[in-house]
């Protein structure tokens, strides 16, 4: 019996139409994955830590302490920042519509490129099945060229072609696993931001009462 080779690299060649796409997307979806995991990394501790520094300042009425400790190199930090620095300028509907559009666009930044996954993983299975497709009429048409018929003839070009749907799937699973788990933390880096600027315009809020007794 004839030995079928099964190195990776030689299918990955003979399935170039579907497998070099899909080994572009893998490397897309592993660049996206790094580059999320340092562009979110902290800011989830990093709002629960200004919230519980910073609010209690405001309360006291020690503005220049709580500016100096939000932090604006974290999301929550550029928020207190903003705010903190309008309060004196604005009116207080204005002041709570800062807050909520700077939360906003924190949360826009912190889901950066997950499209990009979301997208690789409902179509990378599709671009496997199309180089299966692809591969499994190759098979065939060689066979109507050889003029013999029987299963043997072409199990090695369908076995060659399944690698395109085997290569997709994995993509596609990776991809989605990431995008799940990214949405998961951009979720709770936002309902950390609400409760830390509903905080922040609590004490701010506390301050103005205060101020008209």
């Not at 190199?73 to 207080?92: N, S």
Request: net charge neutral.
């Amino acid at each position: 019996m004839e030995n079928v080779n099964l190195d990776f690299w030689t299918l990955i060649r003979q399935g170039a139409i579907s497998t070099y796409p899909l080994l572009v997307c893998s490397v897309v979806v592993l660049g996206v994955a790094i580059e999320r995991v340092l562009a979110l990394r902290g800011a989830l501790s990093s709002a629960t830590r200004l919230t519980a520094e910073v609010v209690p300042l405001v309360w006291r009425k020690t503005f220049p302490e709580a500016t100096e400790r939000a932090d604006p190199a974290t999301p929550m930090g550029r928020i207190f920042t903003e705010v903190l620095g309008a309060r004196e300028k604005l009116a207080w509907p204005q002041l709570e519509r800062l807050a909520i559009d700077r939360q906003f666009e924190e949360i826009q930044g912190a889901g950066t490129y997950l499209w990009i996954l979301g997208t690789i993983g409902a179509a990378a299975p599709f671009i496997g099945l199309f180089g299966t497709v692809i591969g499994i009429i190759r098979a065939f048409h060689a066979m109507a060229l050889a003029g013999t018929g029987g299963f043997g003839v072409v199990a090695a070009g369908i076995s060659e072609a399944l690698i395109a749907t085997a290569l997709g799937l994995a993509v596609g699973i990776t991809a989605v696993i990431l995008y799940n788990f990214f949405q998961a933390r951009v979720d709770q880096i936002d309902g950390a931001l609400r409760i830390g600027s509903a905080r922040l315009l609590e004490a701010l809020g506390a301050e103005g009462r205060d101020g008209d007794r």
